[in-house]
């Protein structure tokens, strides 16, 4: 009994429990906190109305493209944030410059078809949907299943519209008419950017970037701990200079194995070893520069803040960001360097590098301003031991 009144009285126990307690908190909003419950708001969507309307027999003239564009735009029930633009091209280079997931294209002779069923040979009228595979696969597949369903309601309504004069002249529906009357605008899909069967999902480039921080934190320990003893404690242009040779060295060789591990062994579908291999040491060297930033200034007290800004930002990578909640999108994805890093993949990945080097020059930036915090460091230096006589005048 004592003993048990011994173990319920020690310190550690109730400091251990609350620790597991800060620990749940932290990783269940870590984990779950941006993603529980993912729903897309504002997709960026392309509508082109080539549409040129067509005159029916009875006066009226039919404008199914504008009636749609029309519909759509207003509809604030859709989770799309409508770009009306003036045809395919200007579209297809939208969804290659990653600002559309989706483009609808509505053709000239989208009401000519349409209006065809009330006559004697029906032709079948088609819209076109293209679907942004590399901008996000999860959104751009959203956007396909939203749609279908917009154009099963759409197509209930065309019917009528087509079918009502046909009765009013008590003409019999021919099997072609039937048949067409039964979806009267087809909605073709296609898609550009496609990610590919070995590509994780589309999510390599997150992947990516998330074995590249936690191995280079390895590297930005293991580099930190044997300069921190090369120098005795004492952080100096030599320090600096030898902890940036071993990163590009680490992060090097580092890049080499994963990439190789990846496309070799595990058949990772990526374009271009070369331009991938060259990306991933410069964005590994910057995250190498951050991190040796925060630990030559805090040491090891640094291992959270690493450690939490990964747990924190995994989660939230592989979404596209209208399906975050506005708080993560702006306190968290707005500033944390890993988009960056995903976004230079993905360019590389799946655009053919198109917007490549925007991303590189962003992480270059802020590589530049950790080096600059890792060069202060010297002023700080570590905890100083005294200088020994003999590395006195060794150093003069």
Do not use: C
Request: proline residues 5%; charged residues 15%; glycine residues 10%.
């Amino acid at each position: 009994m004592n003993t048990l009144k011994r173990f319920f009285t020690q310190r550690m126990f109730w400091g251990g429990l609350a620790g597991l307690a800060a620990a749940a908190l932290i990783f269940t909003f870590a984990f779950l906190g941006s993603v529980v419950n993912p729903a897309p708001k504002d997709l960026p969507v392309a509508i082109v109305v080539e549409d040129e309307g067509v005159q029916l027999p009875t006066g009226q003239k039919l404008e199914i493209g504008k009636q749609l564009e029309d519909k759509l735009t207003s509809n604030k029930d859709l989770p799309f944030k409508w770009t009306v633009v003036k045809d395919e091209k200007t579209a297809k280079d939208g969804l290659n410059d990653r600002t559309y997931y989706a483009a609808l294209i509505l053709p000239a002779d989208l009401s000519q078809k349409a209006a065809s069923i009330q006559s004697p040979k029906p032709v079948q009228a088609e819209a076109k949907l293209i679907l942004n595979q590399g901008k996000n696969l999860n959104a751009a597949n959203s956007v396909g299943s939203i749609m279908d369903k917009v154009f099963a309601g759409v197509n209930g309504q065309i019917r009528e519209q087509m079918i009502a004069p046909i009765k009013a002249q008590g003409k019999m529906i021919s099997p072609e008419q039937a048949s067409l009357l039964a979806n009267p605008i087809q909605l073709k899909s296609e898609t550009v950017n496609k990610v590919g069967e070995n590509n994780g999902g589309g999510n390599s480039p997150a992947m990516m970037t998330q074995i590249l921080w936690l191995t280079t934190i390895i590297s930005s320990i293991i580099i930190f701990l044997t300069m921190k003893k090369a120098s005795e404690n004492r952080i100096t242009p030599g320090f600096i200079t030898g902890q940036l040779i071993a990163g590009l060295i680490f992060t090097a060789m580092n890049s080499l194995i994963i990439l190789s591990i990846a496309t070799g062994i595990l058949g990772l579908d990526v374009p271009d070893f070369a331009a991938a291999y060259g990306f991933m040491v410069f964005t590994a060297f910057m995250f190498f520069l951050m991190q040796g930033a925060l630990l030559n200034w805090i040491g090891f007290g640094a291992m959270p803040i690493l450690i939490l800004l990964f747990f924190f930002s995994s989660p939230v990578l592989s979404l596209a960001p209208e399906f975050l909640p506005e708080a993560t999108r702006t306190w968290l994805l707005s500033w944390i360097p890993f988009t960056h890093s995903v976004e230079g993949f993905r360019s590389l990945f799946f655009f053919g590098g198109n917007g490549f080097e925007e991303q590189r020059w962003i992480l270059g930036m802020i590589g530049l301003g950790a080096f600059a915090v890792m060069a202060g460091s010297m002023v700080k230096g570590l905890k100083k031991q005294p200088v020994s006589k003999g590395q006195a005048a060794a150093e003069n």
